[in-house]
């Protein structure tokens, strides 16, 4: 009993000074979590990238479940055959060693696996004293790990040779294989460089295989290994060279800040594919002097990034091609238009087959035009969000109010709307502020999503982002519907490229002086957003006397890459979508001009023509002859209300100053003066400052010399309705 209480005591006291040591000579661990690499993985588990530590190694943590038996085995059997005996020094090592290198010129190690952890830890010089420091920080370290930890620790810090640091960077670096994919050859060849690195790593005219073979040979007479797993492994050639990593996702690499591994949703053969076409479409775009393109595809469902191209050549630093594309600020053009068209649907402004018009109009000194200049006057829904006519848009905004555009764009939270609605006013319409590529994409999939916009994520195992709805499924539905139909429409000349081709809703845009050209598609599947341009925002140029836009240049992009995705499926009509026969005038006098079949969503009221139409409307129905004669508005249901609006002054533009030079005759420095009236009595009368009145007619235009000051001037119309605006005129 006395002699258990000594062991006892003896024990008790060695624990105490083992822990007070421990506790005044702390391990210093931070040597062995050094900065890791950041691996890249497609939705496969394939590497995409390597992104070298913050201190440029290579330096991959291998994971728990890829320490394979054969590793451990040979590792240990190589290293450590008594690892999971001893306490962080083997004494029979220890004594063998100092009895070989006592009596024999070759020196014998005697470092187990937390020793070797120790020297990695600290960098001891090579002397008898550092060897008991080391024994002893070996020691503190088997109090804190456990022998798993261990040697995991051993793997991820040992090193193989230049930058390479850990088990899974050379695994990665010397075969492109994962730890746990590698066969006993491998693992027996990567063990040996451990011992000396510079040299027995890969070069050149190396013989590898002498390495590999001379370990297995060792660890077969040891017992370490069977016959037959070592006359397998001895006639494996080994051929290795370091690998370099080609960086196929650059810009999404850029924006990826973990360390370790991380999974990505990318696609890598749709990455390449894109990237393919993208860079086919660039090299002929370049003789228009567009020099940058990106692209996104989207998983619809998901809401995971399968495609993520920054720009074609990432390191044409003379065209800033380091810039990322799809994070890039760019003018949206015509995309932003099916969005109006999907809330004007639901506000029941217009069914796809209602007729609106396409006609000049003054927004304050503002004279919108379509991009060839024309105006096409009536026109149905569907046809002017196909052709992309900029009136219709613009007044389809005016009239949602508070729901319109910029209220859509507020509730899906585009960050770059920064500014009041005032600030941007009708250019918003007509893609006047910068968006970001990969936003349009979110918003386009929101419309294959019955309405509800999410943000898209790369990461594989992300969890879903927050659903909002910014439409109705019926609406979505329709504006699909409407975007399809327009690609065959816009192709026609060309069935050969479109024969077999997927359904697709498409729309494309083009930004002032063609500076951006973009196209977006989308299916119930995919959406895949395109953009060229230059990232310095200079203008494209005409090639052979053409210009370019986003039909010619982005367009083709989104189909062919449709045609590699193969998404056949399309939209199931959503309930609440009736057929109807309906009048699709927007204004009728007497019988209908226009009956025909429309889909309509159940439910909403159709509004009256009676606020969607502006004075000018009327007065270009009138010189088109569609109405007779403004006493036939009198038979009108609206001209009760009409006859409440007040006159629409165009020009002079309320609160503007007009400078004129002031050495030129008065007959050159007059001003325009012109007033549209919803009266069928045409007569109108000008009062200007404290003049006469001037007797004119609606929608007859005057030029009158003022001279220089503010000046206030009246259009009144025979039903007393007046419009007040003021002005400045000035002379220089």
């Known amino acids: 009993m006395q002699r258990f209480f000594r062991y006892f005591r003896t024990f008790f006291i060695l624990s105490i000074l083992l822990w007070g040591l421990d506790r005044l000579f702390p391990l210093d661990t931070k040597r062995l979590y050094k900065p890791k690499s950041t691996i890249i993985l497609d939705e496969r588990g394939d590497v995409l990238a390597v992104k070298l530590s913050r201190d440029d190694y290579l330096r991959v943590p291998i994971e728990e479940t890829e320490i394979s038996k054969d590793i451990e085995e040979i590792v240990l059997g190589y290293e450590d055959q008594y690892f999971y005996a001893h306490f962080g020094i083997n004494p029979l090592s220890l004594l063998r060693a100092s009895f070989f290198n006592l009596t024999s010129t070759k020196n014998i190690g005697a470092s187990t696996i937390s020793m070797q952890l120790s020297r990695m830890m600290n960098h ?13 920080r070996a020691i503190q370290l088997e109090i804190h790990y456990s022998k798993k930890e261990l040697l995991k620790l051993y793997l991820d810090n040992a090193p193989y040779g230049g930058n390479v640091e850990g088990f899974a960077s050379a695994s990665l670096a010397y075969f492109g294989q994962k730890p746990h994919e590698l066969s006993i050859a491998q693992i027996a060849y990567l063990c040996s460089i451990p011992k000396n690195p510079n040299r027995n790593r890969p070069k050149p005219n190396k013989d590898i295989n002498s390495l590999k073979n001379a370990l297995l040979t060792r660890l077969y007479h040891e017992k370490q290994i069977d016959k037959i797993r ?17 960086n196929t996702i650059f810009h999404l690499s850029h924006r990826i800040k973990e360390e370790g591994f991380v999974h990505t949703s990318i696609d890598s053969k749709l990455q390449h594919q894109l990237g393919e076409f993208l860079s086919a479409q660039s090299y002929f775009l370049k003789s228009y002097n567009l020099h940058n393109a990106s692209a996104i595809i989207i998983d619809n469902k998901t809401m995971k ?5 920054g720009s074609t050549n990432p390191y044409d630093t003379a065209h800033g091609g380091q810039n990322d594309g799809v994070n890039f600020l760019l003018s949206a053009g015509s995309t932003l238009k099916p969005f109006i068209y999907a809330k004007a649907l639901e506000e029941g402004i217009i069914t796809p087959q209602q007729k609106i018009y396409d ?30 006519l900029n009136v219709p848009a613009i007044e389809l905004d005016r009239l949602l109010g508070d729901k319109g555009l910029y209220e859509i764009l507020k509730i899906a939270r585009i960050d770059s709307l920064n500014k009041s609605k005032y600030y941007y006013g009708s250019s918003l319409v007509l893609g006047g502020f910068g968006i970001k590529l990969i936003d349009l994409a979110q918003l386009y999939a929101s419309l294959a999503n019955s309405g509800y916009y999410q943000k898209a994520s790369w990461l594989k195992d992300s969890s ?6 910014l439409f109705t499924p019926q609406s979505s539905y329709l504006i699909s519907t409407i975007l399809s139909d327009s690609v065959r429409n816009s192709l026609s000349t060309s069935w050969s490229y479109t024969q077999g081709m997927s359904k697709i809703a498409l729309k494309t845009g083009t930004s002032a002086h063609a500076k951006d050209i973009l196209c977006v598609g989308y299916t119930p599947q995919y959406t895949v957003g395109v953009w060229f341009g230059n990232f310095d925002g200079s203008p494209s140029q005409p090639y052979n006397n053409k210009s370019i836009t986003g039909l010619e240049g982005a367009m083709e ?4 890459m449709f045609g590699v995705l193969q998404a056949k499926d399309w939209f199931i009509k959503p309930k609440g979508i009736l057929t109807q026969k309906i009048c699709a005038d927007t204004i009728s006098i007497g019988s209908c001009k226009s009956i025909q079949y429309d889909e309509i969503i159940k439910g909403v009221k159709r509004q009256t023509p009676c606020k969607i139409l502006r004075a000018e409307v009327l007065n270009y129905l009138f010189t088109t002859h569609q109405i007779d004669s403004f006493e036939a508005l009198s038979q009108h249901n609206c001209y009760q209300e009409w006859k409440r609006y007040n006159p629409l002054i165009t020009s002079p533009i ?33 009062m200007i400052d404290d003049n006469e009145k001037i007797t004119s007619t609606s929608a007859n235009p005057l030029y009158l010399y003022l001279p220089p000051a503010m000046h206030t001037v009246r259009c009144m119309d025979t039903n007393f309705k007046e419009k007040t605006i003021y002005f400045k005129t000035d002379e220089r």
Not at 305 to 309: E, F, G, N, P
Not at 654 to 677: A, I, P, V
């Open 359 to 388: 006609v000049p109009l003054s927004l304050d000194g503002y004279h919108p035009l379509n991009y060839d200049e024309n105006y096409l006057g009536e026109v149905s829904a569907s046809e002017a969000l196909q052709r992309s």
């Open 557 to 560: 992009v989104v189909i062919k």
């Open 654 to 686: 309320s609160n503007q100053t007009y400078t004129y030079n002031k050495y030129l005759d008065e007959n050159l420095k007059k001003t325009k003066f012109e007033c549209f009236s919803y009266d069928t009595n045409r007569t109108i009368y000008w």
């Open 464 to 469: 879903s982002t927050k659903k909002t709805k």
């Open 305 to 309: 990034i399968k495609a993520y191209v």
């Open 124 to 136: 001891y010089p090579r002397t008898f004293f550092s060897k008991f420091i080391e024994m002893i």
């Open 230 to 246: 070592y006359e397998r492994s001895i006639n494996e050639r080994l051929e290795v060279q370091k690998k370099s990593f080609k």
